[in-house]
Every structure is written in structure tokens, then in C-alpha cells.
């Protein structure tokens, strides 16, 4: 039986979803964020050394990062679902599948981060916080952030989906980068992203993973 370990408000809802759209029999342990740090609880480690989310544990095997889980899972129970089609497809399949967690979540994170520092810090050295962030922002953070996304609208706008055509594991993997461009950005400038995850948001199983993990970023 697969368990995924689910922690609040995570990149784990990608697990979810493709459960849900392979139709598994899975179970879901959930875990909340300390209210605090909005880290992981320390319950985590004693699945994995990590002790991050998501982890999926399938019989004895133990499985931590969700494009290894997704490759994992499709390759074991997928029957070709979810898979490219075609040289092109195939293409576009791996490299959108290691975009996710490789260009495109470091200037969304550092965003975050110093985002939640410029705002946090004591009021004695609030403006030379806000000074270094928004410096920082000017020449790293915003410059990649544009480019990353503008790739992705571009994309889009010959493609259905990251891999061509029909929707992939490469979709998946790039719904929470999608979902947090949109927080963070807004997307009136990208019309293609809003129309692709307006209709990744239509699918019911995509509804589901919501009903069943909770919204997948905080307010």
C-alpha cells in the first residue's frame, strides 16, 4: 500500500494529484507546520533523514523528491499513462520534469525568503532589510523570475501542455511552480499560464488532491 506522508501546504500535493490521476489506492498521513518557523515537524525524520515532504513510503521502499517519486510511481503502476508521446514530447517531458525543482524554484524561493525577512525584521533595522531586499530583487530575484516565466508562457503558447499535447508527469511536477508564479506574480501579463492552470484546475482530480491535502500555499 502506498502512504504518502503529507505535510500541509507543500509541494506534496503533486503526489496527491497524480494518485489521483492514475487512480491508486494510496493512504495520506498528514502533517502540520510548526505555526512558527512553518517548518516541517521533526515526525518527518523519522521517515526519512530529511525530514521533508514529500515522501512516499511503498511496501519497503522508501521514496523523498518529488520528481524521483513521480518517475517512481508512473514507471511502477502508470501502464503508460502520463508519459510523452513522440522525439519532441519526450524532449520537452525531461526538461520541463528538471526545470521545476532546478531554475525555476531558486528565484521563487529567494523571493519568498527575502520577502519574509524585509517584513519580519525588528523596526531598528527594518529599512536597511528593506534596502538589501529590494536591491537583491532588482538584480537577481525579478530578472529570473521574468525569464523563467516568460520561457514558460512561450512555451504554452504552442503547447497544451509542457509535453506537447496530452498532459504528462512533466505537469505534475510544474503545478506548484505554476501555482506559486501566480501568488507571487500575477498573471495578467501571461495569458497562457492563466489559461493552462485554469484548466489543470478543472480536472477533478486535481480537485480532489485539494479536497484531500488542503490548499497547497499559504495566504
Given at each position: 500500500m502506498i502512504t504518502i506522508h503529507h505535510l500541509e501546504q507543500s509541494r506534496s500535493h503533486?503526489?496527491?494529484?497524480?494518485?489521483?490521476?492514475?487512480?491508486?489506492?494510496?493512504?495520506?498521513?498528514?502533517?502540520?507546520?510548526?505555526?512558527?518557523t512553518m517548518l516541517a515537524p521533526a515526525s518527518l525524520k523519522k521517515v526519512h533523514p530529511l525530514g521533508k515532504s514529500p515522501v512516499v513510503t511503498d511496501?519497503?521502499?522508501v521514496l523523498a523528491e518529488s520528481g524521483a517519486i513521480?518517475?517512481?510511481l508512473l514507471e511502477k503502476y502508470g501502464n503508460g499513462k502520463l508519459l510523452p508521446n513522440g522525439d519532441q514530447s519526450q524532449i520537452d517531458y525531461r526538461f520541463w520534469m528538471h526545470f521545476a525543482e532546478g531554475s525555476a524554484m531558486t528565484p521563487?524561493?529567494?523571493?519568498l525568503i527575502f520577502s519574509k525577512i524585509s517584513k519580519d525584521a525588528p523596526f531598528i533595522v527594518k529599512p536597511i532589510t528593506k534596502a538589501i531586499s529590494k536591491k537583491v530583487d532588482e538584480m537577481l530575484i525579478a530578472p529570473?523570475?521574468?525569464?523563467?516565466?516568460?520561457?514558460?508562457?512561450?512555451?504554452?503558447?504552442?503547447?497544451?501542455?509542457?509535453?506537447?499535447k496530452t498532459i504528462s508527469g512533466a505537469d505534475i511536477q510544474m503545478c506548484f511552480v505554476v501555482e506559486a508564479g501566480?501568488?507571487?506574480?500575477?498573471y495578467r501579463k501571461f495569458p497562457n499560464l492563466q489559461k493552462y492552470i485554469s484548466k489543470i484546475r478543472e480536472r477533478s482530480s486535481y480537485q480532489n488532491a485539494l479536497k484531500l491535502g488542503g490548499k497547497i500555499l499559504p495566504d
Open positions: 503533486r503526489i496527491l494529484w497524480l494518485c489521483e490521476e492514475l487512480d491508486l489506492e494510496y493512504k495520506i498521513k498528514k502533517y502540520k507546520r510548526d505555526p512558527v511496501g519497503d521502499s513521480i518517475e517512481t521563487l524561493l529567494l523571493s529570473n523570475l521574468q525569464a523563467n516565466f516568460m520561457l514558460m508562457e512561450n512555451h504554452l503558447a504552442k503547447n497544451s501542455y509542457f509535453a506537447g501566480e501568488k507571487q506574480l500575477g
